[in-house]
């Protein structure tokens, strides 16, 4: 499966829960749907491309995208750690673009 | 720009990882580079022990400039600290 077609298969399901792909689809969105592919190639599950997976499926099951942190942080950010869900308002800029720190507990990174 | 030690530690899947390294590429910047997730075993924690002494949360982009410590693609804070 190509990031192109991962991108039409989950846009309408993601959509449908008020989940959007960022706008800046050939800078972020397609690069990142690709290393959900890459990790999941190489660990067997799609673990956020933007955090370290431990390659354990069960430790890392609170990051396999789309992540359990996804909701406070869009509710909070307007989007994911990572950038790739994002809300309507930060797409369409009606919030600012901020770096959205790490939510999730650094010592589930280390069990 | 003064002629600091610069290392990224970063993902090869992370996008503000990706984008640390274009930055520090259009500025011309020399830096070392550490795809954490490309390595494996021993080495690889060998690697998170380095970056937690840096950022305790390992969380990636982590940015060394100099003695300055930025985690995330902070645009702003890296310019400062390339300048300063």
């Known amino acids: 499966m190509t990031a192109a077609e991962l991108f ?3 846009r309408p399901i993601q959509e449908a829960k ?3 792909f960022n706008q800046d689809r050939e800078g972020i969105t397609l690069p990142l749907l690709e290393s959900l592919l890459i990790n999941k190639e190489r660990y067997g599950y799609m673990v956020c491309p933007c955090r370290l997976a431990s390659g354990d499926r069960e430790k890392d099951k609170d990051i396999i995208c789309p992540c359990i942190y996804r909701e406070p942080d869009v509710a909070e950010y307007g989007s994911c750690y990572c950038g790739l869900y994002v809300s309507r308002d ?3 800029g009606r919030i600012p673009h901020v770096p959205v720190p790490e939510r999730r507990p650094p010592e589930k990174m280390f069990l | 720009m003064s002629e600091k030690l610069v290392k990224l530690y970063a993902l090869s899947t992370c996008i503000h990882c ?4 274009d930055f520090l590429n259009e500025c011309g910047i020399k830096y070392d580079c550490v795809d954490v ?5 021993e080495e690889r924690q060998a690697m998170i022990d380095e970056v937690k002494r840096y950022n305790p949360n390992c969380t990636f982009p ?3 400039i100099g003695e300055k410590v930025i985690v995330g693609f902070r645009k702003d804070e890296i310019e400062e600290a390339l300048k300063s």
């Open chain 2, 37 to 41: 997730d490309t390595l494996q075993g």
């Open chain 2, 62 to 64: 982590t940015i060394l």
């Open chain 2, 18 to 21: 990706r984008h640390t390294k």
């Open chain 1, 90 to 92: 930060w797409n369409e």
């Open chain 1, 18 to 20: 008020g989940y959007f």
């Open chain 1, 8 to 10: 039409e298969k989950l």
